[in-house]
Structures are given as structure tokens and as C-alpha cells.
């Protein structure tokens, strides 16, 4: 189940356009949108839109045409394929009903788990207007605060990778540059537009009036909950955002200010610039809160200048520490929210994750490790409200072809399979690799990872295929990470050399 058959990298020279050509050439299918869908590994939802019989066989291919980058993407062939190889294995046909996407945080109902996290995507109304009709279930509004915002130019960099996508992004923005008045005045305005969608008011104060005063506000004019801000690492001023998130004293302090202000529900959104997070979470509690949202960035450097000896942004010919998100940190994030999910001074809190989420398998990890909610602002950033379609179609076919009826009985359920140490793990049989004849075309990686990062457990044949020596492998699976076909996998056989 959920084998993969298309990868992003059969579709690289597509760019996910706007408005795209090739859709508008097509009088049949959405090419762009089944595009985007194998892009965000969600390909079975895709196939299973199409036809019977397949509208590209007798096509003289417009959209290949029309393409911003003309012939250079194979549509007709993926459209093909996801008809031809895809479709013929859906376990389900689309599940139309969406209910059980629907959860709830702390008691508040949420359309589905997304929301779009606090920054830059969800800043004015116009753009959580805009966010709403796409889809998300909610928002967590750009963090609002008394004091004066003045931000940088440049302030993101980024570490790209194959067409453009962004593996890391780091940024030095501070907090939302309008006034809390016109903060205010927003979260109004989108409360009476849109009652039923979910408005978490991230604040951040510079002592206990000014949290108790802000989250006040927030529920006044018309938020579902509160974020409190511990976790930003770009702030100007010492003694904010993640300086606090690192002393559970004043999370504790400043957690109880904020509940001295509103009876909604709080989440503290914490900082990963710690060693664990547990301290900080446990405090929050003791401060009155009902959540934890986790992680916000990273402190990072990166694309130091062979010439200018600068790293990015460079601002007038300076650059600073900044805060790290995307793909690259969904590692590190999935580990800040198992600990949390496994720490027993927290059970029943809300969990709302987020760092580095692009689709809905990124999500789902988020949920088997316990996250009620999952926040996202990179990849919109990135690819724009848009997402919000695969993550949720994706999403909902697998909880369906599962047998699940809501998120929440997925929630939480690889959390018992992680330890924080690896001493729990049995260490004496060997899995052993395994080649597919018919996929390896004789590139040789797999022999020289394995001679100089390995064991030195694999030969090229005289036929340029591998040849492993049992006896020398200790199953690292170097070689199933590193094949550029895809054609080592995991073997059945194993040896116990006990
Ligand atoms: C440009 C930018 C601005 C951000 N501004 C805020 C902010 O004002 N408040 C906040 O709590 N987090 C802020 N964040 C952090 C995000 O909400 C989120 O925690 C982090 O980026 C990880 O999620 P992601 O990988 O989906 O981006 C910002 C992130 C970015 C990239």
C-alpha cells in the first residue's frame, strides 16, 4: 500500500505555474493540477480523478505546447502513466466525504488539521481572506505586538534544490509591522466573515502587562485561542521571542500573564534553539496552557560569500543569526513533538506542529507522532494557498483506504515505535539489500558508497550489476539510500549473527 510510482523527479522541468498553459490548452483533464498532485506525493488521488479510458491516448499533446517550458515536461507520458500505472491500483475510488478530516483544538472544531502558522502568510486580510477560501481550516495570525517593527531588506536566503524547490530557508523577519489596533480591527473583520473558521492571535509582550493586555485583546476581538510567542530567534531586542522559550522560569511567568488575559485556549509556541523541550512545555502548563506549538525556526547560518567573506541576506554588508524552516528541518521538529507526545507531565495537551510540512505524508508524520494540528508556512511561501488541496485530499484517502473515521485515531500511533536513546534496539540480525535486475542499469554508486562509506560488501559483474558478499555486509543500507534508480530495496532475507 502507498508504494510510490512517480516521483517529483519524473517531473522536473515543470514548474507548477500559475494559471497554467497547458491546463487552459487541455478541453479534458487538468494537467497542471495533476502535475501539482504528484509533485505533493498525492498521485493516487490524482489518478483516481481520471477517466476510463485514458483522454491523452488520442491527444496531440497542447499542453505540451503551450507549456511555459515548451516540450520539455512529458505531461501526456505522466498523465499516462498515472492512468496506466497508478489507477489500475487504487484501493478506494475517491472518497467524496471529507468529515473526517474534521477535529478540533482544545475543543474549538476545526474543518480539517491545517492551519497556516504564524508569519509572514498569514499578516494581512486580504491574505487570510484569501487562505480561507482556499481552504485552510484556520490561521495563526502573524505575531502581534506594542512595540515598533522595522524590518531589513534582504532578510530570507535559502539552500535550494532540484527546480528551484527550497530544501532550507532561513529568515531574520521580526513581527507583524502593523499596529495592534489594526491587527485588531482584521481579526474582526474575518471573525464576522468567517465564524467557523480558526483565528489563534500569536502575541508577543515585553512583560506580564503586556501579555495579559494582548491576549485580552485577542479574545475580545474575536480570536478562537492564543499563541504565545517564546520561540522567535530574530528579534532585535535581547530577552524576546526564543530567549525567553529557553528559560522555563519566565514561560512559566509569562504563560500565567497571558491567562490572566483570556479564558481561551493557549498555546506556548516554543523554541527548538534547546536541548530538549520538555522543561519549557511542562512550565507552559504550569503558566495555564492547554497546548504547545512547536517548532518555530532554527538559529542558522548560511551562504557564507567566497568574496565578500558575507553571509545571507547581506544587509549593507552585514548578515546575522537567523531563523531556519523548510524541509530541512522536519526531522528535527518530528523529534521536538514525539518528545513532547511521549512526556507524561503533558498528556491531554494539544499539540500543533509544524517545520518543514510540504505534503500530506509530511503531516502524517506529524499526527503518528501525536500532533492535533498542523501549522504550515514555508511551503506556502513557496508554492502559495494552493497546497492546501493535496494536503487535505491526501490526507483524507489515506485515513479512508486505513479504515480511520477521524484524524484522531491516527493520532499518536508511532509515537510507542521511537525511543530518545538507541539502547532499546536489537542489534544482532542483518537485514540484507536487495537488488531488482530490471531497475539497476549499472551506474556503479551503489559499489562505491559501499567501498568508501561502507563495508566493502558490493562488486560490479562483469555485466556492470552488483554483486554482494554476504559475509562482509552488515546491512547499513548505504546503498538502498544512495541509488539513483531506486533499485535496492530492503531484503526479507536476514541473519542473525548473534
Ligand atoms: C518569513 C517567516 C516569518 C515568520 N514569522 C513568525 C512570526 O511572526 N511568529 C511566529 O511565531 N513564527 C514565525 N515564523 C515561524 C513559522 O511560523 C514556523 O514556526 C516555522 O517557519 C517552521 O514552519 P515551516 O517549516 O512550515 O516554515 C516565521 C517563519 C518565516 C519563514
Known sequence: ????????????????????????????????????????????????????????????APCETACVRPHEVPIRELMTRLHNEVKPELELPLPEEESRLHTDLCGVPLDNPFLLSSSVVASTYDMCERAFEAGWAGLAFKTICSFDIHEASPRFSAITGDNGSIIGFKNIEQLSDHSVAENMEIFRRLKKKYPGKFILGSIMGQNDAEWEELSRLCEENGADAIELNFSCPN????????????VPE??????????RGTRLPILAKLTPNAATMSPAAEAARRGGANGISAINTIKSIIGVNPHTYVSSPAVHGMSAVGGYSGSAVKP??????????????????????????????????????????????????????????????????????????????????????VSETTDVLERDTVVFPKFSREKCIGCGRCEISCADGGHQAIRLNEGRRPILDGKKCVGCHLCVLICPERAISSSRKRISRA
Request: include cysteine; charged fraction near 20%; aromatic fraction near 8%.
Open 235 to 246: 528579534m532585535v531586542d535581547g530577552g524576546l521571542g526564543s530567549d525567553i522559550g529557553q
Open 332 to 417: 528535527i521538529a518530528l523529534r521536538f513533538i514525539a518528545e513532547l507526545g511521549q512526556n507524561p507531565a503533558l498528556q491531554g495537551m494539544h499539540f500543533s506542529a509544524m517545520g518543514g510540512v510540504e505534503n500530506w505524508s509530511d503531516a502524517l508524520e506529524f499526527i503518528l507522532l501525536g500532533a492535533g494540528s498542523v501549522q504550515v508556512t514555508t511551503a506556502v511561501m513557496q508554492y502559495g494557498y494552493r497546497i492546501i488541496d493535496d494536503l487535505k485530499a491526501g490526507l483524507n484517502y489515506y485515513l479512508a483506504v486505513k479504515g480511520f473515521s477521524s484524524v484522531k485515531e491516527a493520532t499518536g500511533l508511532a509515537l510507542d515505535s
Open 1 to 60: 500500500m502507498f508504494e510510490k510510482k512517480l516521483f517529483r523527479s519524473d517531473m522536473l522541468k515543470c514548474v507548477l505555474c500559475q494559471d497554467a498553459p497547458c491546463s487552459s490548452s487541455c478541453g479534458k483533464l487538468d494537467p497542471a493540477g495533476l502535475l501539482r498532485s504528484i509533485w505533493f506525493d498525492n498521485e493516487k488521488t490524482a489518478a483516481s480523478k481520471f477517466p476510463t479510458v485514458n483522454p491523452c491516448l488520442s491527444c496531440s
Open 250 to 259: 519566565l514561560v512559566e511567568r509569562f504563560t500565567a500573564a497571558a491567562r
